[in-house]
């Protein structure tokens, strides 16, 4: 974390920007997108089929992701191949799939987790 003081509230920029992350995480589908994309690179197909959507699907999802700046891209040929870019973004969705774990029943306590950031 930074070493910083907490503030009480957050600025209006800064509320905004992050309201906007959370909008854009609120999908299923870019949610699990996104952390495939944390634990390595990824093409649209791979990606379909570890979150069980289409190509087509992925492929919006991701376009969305990368404006946002959350994902970048590289090309190898024909083949265009993903990458998650932010780390607090990690930290993030391991804190709320943590969090999801314990709403669900799966984790307890001190359980382990199966989602870390």
């Excluded at 996104?34 to 919006?60: K, M």
Aim: charged share 20%; aromatic share 4%.
């Amino acid at each position: 974390m930074h070493d910083r003081p907490i503030l009480p509230v957050p600025d209006d920029d800064h509320a905004e920007l992050a309201a906007g992350t959370f909008r854009l995480l609120a999908d299923p589908t870019r949610v699990k997108i996104l952390w495939a994309l944390l634990q390595g690179e990824s093409s649209v197909a791979a990606l379909a089929e570890l979150v069980g959507s289409s190509a087509t699907a992925v492929s919006q999802h991701l376009a969305k992701l990368r404006l946002a700046g959350l994902v970048q891209s590289r090309r190898e040929g024909t083949f265009i191949h993903y990458s998650a870019r932010d780390a607090h973004v990690h930290r993030l969705l391991g804190e709320a799939l943590s969090h999801a774990e314990h709403e669900s029943g799966v984790a307890t306590g001190d359980d382990p987790h199966a989602y870390r950031a």
